[in-house]
C-alpha cells in the first residue's frame, strides 16, 4: 500500500542519492516540525540503471505527486572543478568554453554527455559542476512517472557551500564529510582556487587533517589557510583546541538524528535552517 503524502504549504521533498543508497526525506519551513526520514532504500551503483531500479524502489512505496522534491547527489555521482574566466569575457559563450577546457584538462575527456551547471562569472574564479546525462535523465524520469516537481538537482559539496555561505570567514578553507569523504574548496583570500576531494583513512586524527591541508595547499600553490569550516558527520577530534596553533577548524554543528544513515543525511545538505 502506497504510503499517501498529502502535500502542504510549506512542505518539501528532498532525496538525497549516493552509489550506495537512497533516502526520502520530508522537510518544513515550520520550526515545530522535524525533518521526518520516509524511506531508504539500497543501491547497486554508481550507474544510473542502478540509481534508477533503487529510486523507482523508493518512490514506489509513497504517494509524491504534487509534491516539491529536491534531490541532492552525491560528490562521487558529478564532477566539480575551479575555472578562472578567460580576460575580456563577456559573453556566457566564453565562460562556457573556459569551463569545457578547464574540463577536459582536469579529466581528459571532452564534456560530451555531461551536463554543466556553475555560478557562473566573468571577473572571477566559479566553481563548475558536471552530472552525466543519463543520470540526469533518470531523474526526470521518475518525476513525470511520479508527477511530482522537481526543483532542483544539486550536488552535495554545492547545496553546503551555498547554505553556509553567509558563515565563510576570510582566510578560512570550506569542507564537507560525507561517506567518508572529505571535500574541500580552498579559497584565496574570497576567490574559489580549487576543490580536492580525498578520502578520510581510518582513525584519522587532527594530525591526519593538519597533513591533509598542508599536502593540498602545496598542491594549488597556496599557504595553509587560517581556518578550516567543515559540515557533516566529520571527527569530533578535528575540531580545535588548545596547543593547535597550524590552523583552526570549527565544525558547524550536525543536527541530523545519528542514527540516520548517510543518504539521509546527504538529502538534507543544504535545506534552509
Known amino acids: 500500500m502506497l504510503n499517501k503524502l498529502v502535500p502542504r504549504l510549506g512542505r518539501g521533498l528532498r532525496i538525497g542519492v549516493a552509489p550506495d543508497g537512497l533516502a ?18 539500497r543501491a547497486g551503483g554508481a ?21 516539491p522534491v529536491t534531490m541532492v547527489l552525491s560528490d562521487d555521482l558529478v564532477r566539480l572543478w575551479q575555472v578562472t574566466p ?38 572571477q574564479p566559479f566553481l563548475a559542476a558536471a552530472v552525466p546525462l543519463p543520470l540526469l535523465e533518470v531523474l526526470q524520469g521518475a518525476a513525470r512517472s511520479h508527477r511530482f516537481h522537481l526543483v532542483e538537482v544539486v550536488p552535495q559539496f554545492v547545496a553546503a557551500l551555498n547554505q553556509f555561505r553567509k558563515l565563510h570567514r576570510p582566510g578560512a578553507w570550506f569542507g564537507v564529510v560525507h561517506g567518508g ?5 580552498a579559497f584565496d583570500g574570497r576567490q574559489l582556487a580549487a576543490v580536492r576531494t580525498s578520502p578520510i583513512p581510518a ?38 583546541s588548545a596547543g593547535r596553533l597550524k590552523f583552526a577548524c570549527t565544525l558547524f554543528e550536525d543536527e541530523t538524528d545519528p542514527l540516520w544513515p ?11 535552517p
Do not use: N
Not at 526520502?24 to 532504500?41: C, D, F, K, N, P
Not at 586524527?205 to 557533516?232: K, M, N, T, Y
Not at 548517510?262 to 534552509?272: E, F, H, I, T, W
Open 24 to 41: 526520502l526525506v520530508r522537510t518544513s519551513r515550520w520550526r515545530h516540525e522535524r525533518a521526518l526520514l520516509l524511506g531508504t532504500v
Open 47 to 67: 550507474d544510473p540503471a542502478s540509481i534508477g531500479v533503487a529510486l523507482s524502489m523508493l518512490l514506489g512505496e509513497h504517494a509524491t505527486a504534487g509534491w
Open 86 to 123: 578567460p580576460p575580456g569575457a563577456g559573453r556566457m559563450a566564453d565562460l562556457e568554453g573556459a569551463a569545457a577546457l578547464r574540463y577536459q584538462a582536469l579529466f581528459g575527456t571532452f564534456v560530451g554527455g555531461w551536463k554543466i551547471s556553475a555560478d557562473w562569472s566573468a571577473s
Open 181 to 185: 569523504v572529505l571535500s574541500v574548496a
Open 203 to 240: 582513525g584519522a586524527d587532527r594530525d591526519w587533517l593538519e597533513s591533509h591541508v598542508a599536502r593540498e595547499a602545496l598542491r594549488v600553490g597556496l599557504g595553509r589557510p587560517e581556518r578550516l569550516q567543515v559540515c557533516g558527520p566529520a571527527p569530533k577530534g578535528w575540531a580545535s
Open 262 to 272: 548517510d543518504s539521509a543525511r546527504l538529502a538534507l545538505s543544504g535545506r534552509a
